[in-house]
């Protein structure tokens, strides 16, 4: 396992957002977290990603994470695309970028522009322009660019087909089949149960904060009762 979480909860004062939840990511592979709104979802993201106070346990590759700050646990290999996307619309396209890269020193920072720019030609024709001239879907795609500067192992995905049309709801699952394809690790958490499915190979399914079902993802599909009883039927 990539990443291992055990027995994890997060509380807001008396609201328990995630209880005793445990999950783990293997090596090179795509796991999502499933899960009505309120269910717990992105509290459990940004406690992995040690953005949010957690009890538990928290391993990546092999070490124990739980009591890093978020900066020692990006420089390890860890990123997050938050809900919402989160870029910053006054800075440049290349600035939002460059703000991933900011925990590294090393001199491969202009490369990897380049190579995000070659994923994302729509970003690049704009490099110099506000993130406030991008479209939603542009915005979520450089919300991934800029994780990706980072040069994580493993991704923190939040709903990253939030609020997208179609056409880029099916970039966007392309695009973290590639990443994926390439040696990226994937926690993706997602409304869009049916491609989630599809995409991830382990799925967890979480209820008022509670992990109700852990299974790989093709029982889970075969699951009706599951299906219809926590994810709305979708
Ligand atoms: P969504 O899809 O709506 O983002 P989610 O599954 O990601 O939902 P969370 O956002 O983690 O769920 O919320 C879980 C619970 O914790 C909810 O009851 C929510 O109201 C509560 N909660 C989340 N953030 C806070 C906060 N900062 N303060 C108090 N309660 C919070």
């Not at 392309?174 to 926690?187: E, F, H, K, Y």
């Amino acid at each position: 396992m990539l990443l291992e979480v055990a027995n994890l909860c997060v509380s807001y004062g008396a609201v328990t957002a995630v209880s005793g939840v445990s999950l783990g990511v293997r090596e090179g592979s795509i796991a999502t977290v499933l899960g009505a709104n309120g269910a717990g979802k992105s509290s459990l993201l940004r406690a992995i990603m040690g953005l949010t106070p957690a009890t538990g346990e928290v391993r990546f590759a092999g070490e124990a994470i739980s009591r890093w700050p978020a900066a020692r646990r990006v420089a390890a290999g860890i990123a997050m695309v938050p809900e919402g996307r989160r870029i910053l619309v006054s800075l440049t396209v290349e600035e939002n970028l460059l703000m991933g890269a900011y925990p590294r020193h090393d001199r491969q920072i202009a490369a990897d522009l380049d190579n995000i720019y070659d994923l994302f030609p729509n970003l690049a024709r704009r490099r110099h322009a506000p993130g406030s001239v991008l479209s939603g879907g542009e915005q979520q795609m450089l919300a991934i660019g800029r994780a990706m500067m980072a040069r994580p192992k493993l991704l923190l995905m939040d709903e990253p087909s939030l609020g997208l049309s179609p056409l880029f709801v099916r970039e966007v699952f392309q695009l973290i089949r590639r990443m994926n394809a390439d040696g990226l690790s994937i926690l993706l958490v997602e409304q869009n149960t049916r491609l989630a499915l599809q995409t991830a190979a382990d799925g967890y399914v979480l209820r008022l904060g509670a992990c109700v079902a852990a299974a790989d993802t093709a029982t889970l599909a075969r699951s009706d009762d599951l299906m219809h009883a926590y994810l709305g039927g979708a």
